[in-house]
């Protein structure tokens, strides 16, 4: 390790401190010799790569989908180790972030928009340890950021719920009006009109991730007011089960919720991290990763829809097959037909604050 | 607009059950001198147990009882630590709600998101049937589940056990003097011991209430801020049970408000005189954040009005809140 050490020194002395694609050196030049047993960056050809996760892992949510990205991706590789650490509050983040880089983690990757401030901080004062941080704007020299197109998987959820309802009306249970949740919304909603062009979608916010009481009674009072069709944007599958209660079909978000569904489940628009922890991961093995903004969709495979519920019918399987062909091949773009048809990368990932055509209401401020 | 009318006053009255439950348990406790911050936490155990027991055997009615008692086990901590051995109640009752937190994500783990079948829907026994036609209320307030009937039917025998009985009228005494009970022959310990026990209960049955009737799921950290809503309704209700339910239907009609408003648009035509100053008013007090932080708005407007009017006796606090008793000192 000493030599480790040293070199580390030496780049920082030499104002090479970004030291981007550090890890990577390792596995071209020194042998591996100790077979990660302490696993530095250095003189081993093991990465260790940590997971830092802003909720408990178990909630079928969205730590569970990056959850299932890293037991993939650590059975996959057998040159990698990992680490994660649940219930991460942004506040808490510092000293977890630390902790990682003084145990000589290669990598750590954060899954929430909090974690942003504190990663930056933590990496400009790092300079050998590399930080993907999920969801936000900010880059480094030895920190990226990914996210994925689900608005892509949304849009297809979108067509199925556009031919299942009979009332023209779907309801959209969201927890904050951020970009993410609102472009998730507009894409659904342009989904659903691409198929029936009469459909409207109202959205009822509770205002928290995660409550799934509350996330019920938003749908409760989305039934009452006479939806047919249910979409969410919470961390629990409560208003999933709140659409299976009142017969209604229902679409679910993060994980397959076909339990939670019964017969009148739909589909779930899905995260596969691994489409992206892999690839990263192989380059920081090789020594080729750089930070850059990685924000894939269908095509990658990092989003796509679960296996579909037992009584949607053949015609709307192969509409939504149909149009996620025509959205990976590019013929399709989800927001040709929109407002935001003009809209670059930049201000569909940050800027999008207001709804298209068929969604009721406004965006709370 | 009747529709949105009898489906947010539905919504209220589900909603509010969990308070009455909680409030009425800590008014128990207070009244006997022991403040109990812990009520999140008895409610999140209240609220697993009675989810798992259910899962497990398939009665709610059971898992109703676990969720019961357990929350009665969480309490007997707090007993232990507020009245044997006199240590502060506040810092014992934050601890408590920590606890019950930390326990229940680490044990609830494997209990999320499976589903039950909770308490059925019914129609209040005998009259209900008929009752339930009233235009408006009739649905909300004779169609429920058994717990919130419960609940409803624990107001006045709460009362009438605080303000009618010796042993209600014991439970005052050593909230408001516990030295004169004492020496009246009243066994302080045991009569503290067993409010805080029985707020214990009462908040056990308002996380069972929520996660076997109300949600019917187990979630981590599903009480979401209700039991700390209760606390703050104690105090609106000035430790009185019959007020506890008029502040718990309040707080939640508030709950209820917060996802039902958002389908009115209740804003100014911008020609309307003062449209430009009412519409962003309207638009702030309206928003899901600021309306959820009403309940607590509504606390402290009813201390300072109550301490403005009469005094700070007249708040109606026990007097020996927050004391713990030895009888050792004089």
């Not at chain 1, 009822?204 to 969410?232: C, F, H, I, S």
Request: glycine content about 10%; aromatic content about 10%.
């Amino acid at each position: 390790m000493s030599t480790g050490i040293t070199r580390r020194r030496a780049i920082k002395a030499l104002g090479l401190a970004g030291a981007t694609g550090l890890a990577g050196c390792s596995g071209s030049g020194d042998a591996a010799t100790d077979e990660g047993e302490d696993g530095g960056s250095d003189g081993s050809d093991t990465v260790k790569a940590a997971f830092v996760y802003n909720s408990e892992v178990g909630d079928q949510g969205w730590s569970w989908a990056h959850e299932q990205g890293r037991q993939a991706v650590a059975e996959e590789y057998d040159w990698l180790e990992t680490g994660h650490t649940e219930a991460v509050e942004p506040s808490e983040a510092k000293s977890v972030f630390e902790q990682y880089v003084q145990d000589d983690y290669d990598v750590v990757f954060g899954n929430t928009f909090g974690y942003m401030d504190t990663m930056v901080s933590v990496a400009e004062d790092s300079p050998d340890t590399l930080f993907e941080h999920c969801s936000g704007y900010e880059t480094r020299e030895n920190m990226g950021r990914y996210f994925g197109r689900m608005y892509q998987a949304r849009y297809l959820a979108g067509i199925a719920a556009g031919m299942l309802t009979e009332a023209d009306t779907l309801g959209y249970v969201a927890a904050l009006p951020i970009a993410e949740v609102v472009r998730g919304i507009n894409a659904f909603t342009l989904g659903a009109r691409s198929v029936n062009e009469d459909v409207t979608t109202k959205v009822r916010w509770t205002n928290t991730w995660y409550d799934p009481p509350k996330e019920k009674e938003a749908a409760t009072a989305l039934v009452d007011e006479g939806v047919d069709v249910m979409a969410q944007h919470q961390d629990s599958a409560a208003a999933v089960q709140a659409a299976a209660e009142a017969d209604i079909w229902a679409t679910g978000y993060d994980a397959p919720m076909a339990e939670q569904g019964g017969d009148s489940y739909v589909t779930s628009p899905i995260w596969h991290w691994e489409e992206f922890y892999g690839p990263t991961l192989e380059a920081i093995h090789d020594g080729s990763w750089e930070a850059d903004f990685y924000w894939e969709g269908l095509g990658d495979g990092i989003v796509g829809l679960s296996d579909w519920g037992p009584e949607v019918p053949e015609d709307v399987k192969s509409s939504v097959d149909d149009a996620r062909s025509a959205i990976e091949s590019g013929d399709t773009d989800v927001w040709a037909d929109s407002k935001f048809a003009d809209a670059d990368d930049e201000t569909l990932f940050q800027d999008m604050s207001s709804y298209v055509e068929g969604v009721e209401g406004s965006v709370p401020e | 607009m009747v529709g949105f009318t009898a489906g947010l006053l539905d919504a209220a009255v589900r909603a509010s059950t969990v308070f009455i439950f909680a409030a009425l348990g800590e008014i128990i406790s207070e009244r006997g001198g022991v403040l109990n911050l812990g009520v999140e936490g008895m409610m999140l155990v209240g609220a697993l147990g009675g989810f798992a027991t259910t899962a497990v055997t398939g009665n709610y009615w059971l898992g109703f009882l676990v969720g019961m008692a357990l929350g009665t086990l969480l309490a007997l901590v707090h007993a232990f630590l507020c009245i044997t051995l006199k240590s502060s109640q506040v810092i014992s009752g934050i601890m408590l709600t920590l606890l019950g937190t930390g326990l229940t994500t680490f044990f609830g783990a494997a209990w999320v998101d499976r589903s039950i079948d909770g308490f059925p829907q019914m129609t209040l026994p005998l009259v209900g049937q008929y009752l339930v036609e009233i235009p408006i209320v009739g649905e909300a307030l004779f169609r429920s589940t058994a717990p919130d009937f419960i609940a409803l039917a624990l107001v006045p025998i709460v009362w009438w056990f605080l303000f009618r009985t010796n042993l209600g009228l014991e439970v005052i005494a050593v909230g408001e003097d516990p030295e004169t009970a004492d020496t009246m022959g009243v066994d302080v310990f045991k009569m503290r011991y067993l409010c805080v026990l029985l707020g214990g209960a009462f908040a056990g049955a308002a996380g069972a209430h929520l996660s076997l009737a109300f949600s019917q799921l187990w979630a981590t950290g599903m009480t979401a801020g209700r039991g700390w809503i209760a606390v703050a309704l104690v105090i609106f209700a000035q430790w009185r049970p019959e007020r506890a339910l008029v502040g718990a239907y309040i707080f939640g009609l508030l709950d209820a408000l917060q996802l039902r408003s958002q389908g009115i648009d209740l804003a100014l035509d911008a020609a309307t005189p003062l449209a430009g100053v009412v519409n962003p008013v309207l638009e702030l007090l309206m928003h899901p954040t600021i309306m959820s932080t009403y309940p607590y708005l509504a606390t402290i407007l009813v201390l300072v009005v109550t301490v403005v009017r009469f005094d700070e006796a007249g708040l109606g606090a026990p007097s020996a809140l927050l004391e713990p008793y030895s009888r050792e000192t004089d």
